[in-house]
């Protein structure tokens, strides 16, 4: 099956740091990447959604200056959380999508902002 | 607004029971809905996908059901085993004929006990 991973696993940073996360679709082209947060006990809520070559889209509500999206290739999207700071910490997970209609997951990355 | 709300935040079962999820949707016409399982600290894996006009799904013992005419959808996991302990999300594509966008429910909590 697809596999997509992501790096690093795990963060830890302190306040005013910058954070960058790597996604990769490892077998498979994906035309579009997905950025998701998922608070304790809450569900997935995407943040934006970007397609190779082109700037993202993001949704209501987040910051595109903080949070940087980058997919500049098939294979490769990299969020960056700018400036962070205690409440950006939360469990992001990126998702790929190679033309058909189901999205593969990563397995997502702790960032812990101290 | 739309919303999607999965009925239980838990579910225990003794093992080699049938689990039943349920999850319902308002003020939307998806035009699929998939279900995913999460481990803690892990991103969702992808089980299943019905499309808005199957009425159900297999896939080995799991079983899912889409009625859109209740605006809800059963996932059943037949001769439950303590492996399939897990958060079980499900997920309504926002937009018809667009890729992504994809809404997630809170999840529910399955332990399966031996």
């Known amino acids: 099956g697809a596999v997509v991973s992501q790096h690093p696993s795990w963060v830890i940073c302190k306040s005013g740091t910058s954070v960058k996360i790597e996604c990769r679709s490892l077998d498979f082209q994906a035309t579009t990447m997905f950025w998701y947060r998922q608070f304790p006990k809450q569900s997935l809520m995407l943040m934006a959604t970007s397609n190779e070559g082109s700037k993202a889209t993001y949704e209501q509500g987040v910051e595109k200056d903080k949070f940087l999206i980058n997919h500049a290739s098939l294979t490769l999207s990299t969020l960056t959380v700018t400036s962070a700071h205690p409440e950006d910490s939360s469990f992001y997970i990126c998702s790929a999508a190679g033309g058909t209609d189901t999205q593969y997951f990563g397995p997502g990355t702790r960032l812990t902002v101290l | 607004s739309q919303k999607i709300e999965q009925n239980s935040e838990a579910l225990n079962i003794q093992e080699g029971k049938t689990a039943t999820l349920t999850c319902n949707y308002t003020n939307y016409s998806p035009a699929y809905l998939q279900w995913y399982r999460q481990d803690p600290g892990r991103g969702p894996v992808f089980l299943l996908l019905?499309?808005?006009?199957?009425k159900e799904k297999r896939k080995e013992r799991l079983k899912v059901t889409f009625d859109t005419t209740l605006k809800q959808s059963l996932f059943h996991i037949t001769a439950s085993q303590p492996a399939d302990s897990a958060t079980y999300l499900c997920?309504?594509?926002?937009?018809?004929?667009?890729?992504?966008?994809?809404?997630f429910g809170k999840g529910t909590k399955l332990s399966v006990k031996p």
């Open positions: 019905i499309r808005e006009n199957e």
């Open positions: 997920a309504l594509l926002r937009c018809a004929g667009s890729q992504g966008n994809l809404i």
